[in-house]
């Protein structure tokens, strides 16, 4: 097994150094980069404005050249001189041919040096470690939450299927499938906090303004009532559809061959369940969790985030791509498929647990 874990570590570094690179050679190709930003801001807001305030201004989108005769093929920089132009691309490093800058690229990631931010000026990696418990506070708690309800739910339904209870339950699991988290987000937020009815949660944040004033207690306490209905919205849709997945999932073994002459043996149906089916049925359950992981780590929070105003690292990746921030985007997406790929690997070590005929090292 340690043979195995060591080669699927190996196997991250060029899984890393593919995805890198294909994003890195798309973007370059996309229109409307930093500098176009910058020359924009500069034609629409004053054409006489100085050099300096355009080196603090945010940009957005791809890159372009300078031809060789002065003439840029930039949007809107017609008109412009040269010389401006080259140094608003030295400002955002575009002075450099693009296989510099992509060996450049690589060379800061191996070290984790993300660079700074484009368009906040700040580093790339405090921006990520700022609103990473965010994330980790979303993500944790309601993959935790919707692991620990739906798969206890939907073995019973498995058991119970065709009784009154599979029935009613079913009809909740097709709603909260239906319902989509955003939606059921506003309708949190209109209900219980200061909408039209009711003012019991808060809105915004982790803790309240004066959190630094509790005791330690209390600012857990304060943690979990603010997270109440951020985790409550993103755990709806995936409660469901792990529920209906780990019921059919059993039905599927339940009606097998060996679980028949099991019975036939006199075991009963409790053992039956643990023994024999759990640890088949589960496989396939554990084979969703990396996916239902970093979908509710990172995907499924940017509209929970935005609503209940967290600011987390789904919200920072939207907003880097909406602005082209090309160091945030790339630091974001590294570090989302690194933690991807590692959950992979913890997917596949909590097969042999639970199931321990599985032998990956003998493959």
Do not use: C
């Amino acid at each position: 097994m340690i043979a195995y874990i060591a080669r699927r570590l190996l196997l991250i570094i060029p899984t890393l150094w593919a995805i890198i690179t294909i994003n890195f050679f798309i973007i370059q190709i996309a229109p409307g980069g930093p500098v176009d930003q910058a020359i924009a801001n500069m034609q629409g807001l004053d054409g006489n404005m100085s050099l300096e305030r355009i080196a603090g201004t945010g940009g957005e989108g791809g890159a372009g050249e300078v031809g060789a005769k002065g003439a840029s093929t930039y949007r809107g920089a017609r008109g412009l001189d040269p010389e401006v132009v080259a140094e608003i691309e030295k400002r955002y490093g575009f002075d450099k041919p693009v296989w510099e800058r992509y060996l450049l690229l690589l060379k800061n990631y191996i070290a984790f040096n993300f660079g700074d931010s484009l368009f906040r000026g700040r580093s790339v990696l405090k921006l990520i470690t700022e609103r990473l418990p965010v994330s980790i506070s979303l993500g944790l708690w309601s993959t935790l939450i919707v692991y620990l309800t739906s798969i206890p739910l939907g073995i019973r339904k498995a058991v119970k299927n065709g009784t009154r209870f599979d029935t009613w339950t079913s009809m909740v699991v097709v709603v909260g499938n239906a319902v989509p988290s955003f939606l059921f987000a506003v309708l949190l937020v209109v209900l219980f906090s200061g909408g039209s009815f009711l003012k019991i949660f808060p809105l915004r944040g982790l803790f309240s303004a004066d959190a630094a004033t509790f005791s330690l207690g209390r600012k857990v306490l304060d943690y979990f009532w603010h997270l109440v209905l951020p985790i409550a919205s993103m755990v709806v849709g995936g409660f469901a559809s792990l529920t209906m997945l780990t019921k059919n999932s059993f039905l599927d073994e339940i009606s097998k061959q060996y679980v028949l002459t099991a019975r036939a043996k006199g075991l009963s149906e409790k053992k039956i369940l643990l023994h024999h089916v759990f640890r088949n049925a589960m496989l396939i359950v554990i084979a969703g969790f990396p996916s239902a992981f970093i979908s509710m780590f990172f995907t499924g929070s940017v509209l929970i985030e935005v609503i209940f105003s967290l600011d987390g690292l789904g919200l920072l990746g939207f907003e880097s791509t909406m602005n082209r921030d090309y160091p945030v985007i790339f630091a974001t997406l590294y570090i989302f498929t690194l933690i991807g790929l590692l959950l992979s690997l913890l997917s596949d070590l909590m097969y042999t647990i639970i199931d321990p005929r599985i032998d990956f090292e003998s493959r």
